[in-house]
């Protein structure tokens, strides 16, 4: 019986690139399950990415127009492209490295403006692509192909400065999570203004060894039990969260959206007389 799902991908270059056991591939079922119940068009899709592995979900195996573009650039090519087609999903999936390290800028700024993109950030930790380098969420004292003895920087709480920097849906969850991202999705899609999900994601190759996970599962493992609910954490201590990863929504707002109001600004220019 054939996948009815696989009318979302280019089939003709399956199987997948992706590691055994990287939750690349779970993203990228969850995104075929969420478009096809939201029952949108893929003709009404753009997808924009970057450079990584994670930029290989969308770019080559998702079946809609995309633009893979250089490392970091994605939400500012997205950002073009929303301007000109506002009314179409312009869809991001890239990496920690791509959107909160060197894109990191981007992505703030697209938060305030609250323009209406949809942003994946698949955080697996780490710069994967390129053997594992330290990337701006790998946890302190980790030790990476460029901080052999550790890393000395605090992580960044990429969904709290997103959530901070003023986009109008933002959410955590993990690959383990599968239903709670697949509604979070969805959500996150229907939302007009910017929205932002951080996926927790797993990568044995280049992350896990490093932490003593040597296999996806056992970082699956760390997801399940190492979860906590947003609504649980208050009052909690900061050393109480240590390694855990915080789960739910962190905002939902009402705001106007970027393209809206170039588009104001439009129509009260037409209306003068020259
Ligand atoms: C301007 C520029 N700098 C560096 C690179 C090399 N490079 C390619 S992918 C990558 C890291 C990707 O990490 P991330 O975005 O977290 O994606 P992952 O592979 O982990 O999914 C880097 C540094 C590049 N292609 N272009
Ligand atoms: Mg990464």
Excluded at 56 to 69: E, G, K, N, R, V
């Amino acid at each position: 019986m054939k996948n009815e799902l696989l009318k979302y991908l280019r089939t003709d270059i399956l199987p997948t690139e992706f590691c055994s056991g990287c939750g690349c591939g779970t993203v990228l079922n969850i995104f075929c399950h969420v478009v096809d119940e939201l029952k949108i068009n893929p003709d009404d899709i753009i997808m924009v990415t970057g450079i990584g592995c994670s930029s290989w979900i969308p770019s080559p195996y998702f079946s809609a127009d995309t633009l893979h573009t250089t490392h970091g650039r994605a939400i500012a090519f997205a950002t073009g492209v929303k301007v000109m087609k506002p009314d179409k999903h312009v869809i991001v999936i890239a990496g920690d490295g791509d959107l909160a390290g060197i894109g990191g800028n981007h992505l703030i700024h697209a938060a305030r403006r609250n323009i209406g993109l949809t942003v994946f950030l698949v955080n697996n930790y780490i710069y994967g692509m390129t053997g594992g380098q330290v990337s701006p969420t790998t946890p302190s004292n980790v030790p990476t192909t460029t901080t052999p003895y550790g890393n000395t920087e605090p992580a960044f709480k990429i969904a709290e400065l997103v959530s901070a920097a003023g986009a109008s849906y933002v959410a955590r969850w993990t690959t383990y999570q599968v239903f709670h991202l697949k509604k979070a999705m969805k959500d996150a899609i229907l939302n007009k203004g910017f929205s932002f999900i951080e996926i927790c994601s797993q990568c044995p190759t280049s992350y896990g060894k490093r932490v003593g996970m040597r296999e996806g599962i056992d970082q699956l493992k760390d997801f399940r039990d190492n979860s906590i609910d947003l609504k649980k954490t208050a009052g909690m201590k900061d050393e109480e969260l240590e390694n855990k990863f915080i789960v739910g929504k962190f905002a939902e707002r009402n705001r106007t959206e970027f393209t809206e109001n170039l588009r104001n600004i439009n129509r009260k220019f037409d209306e003068v007389p020259v």
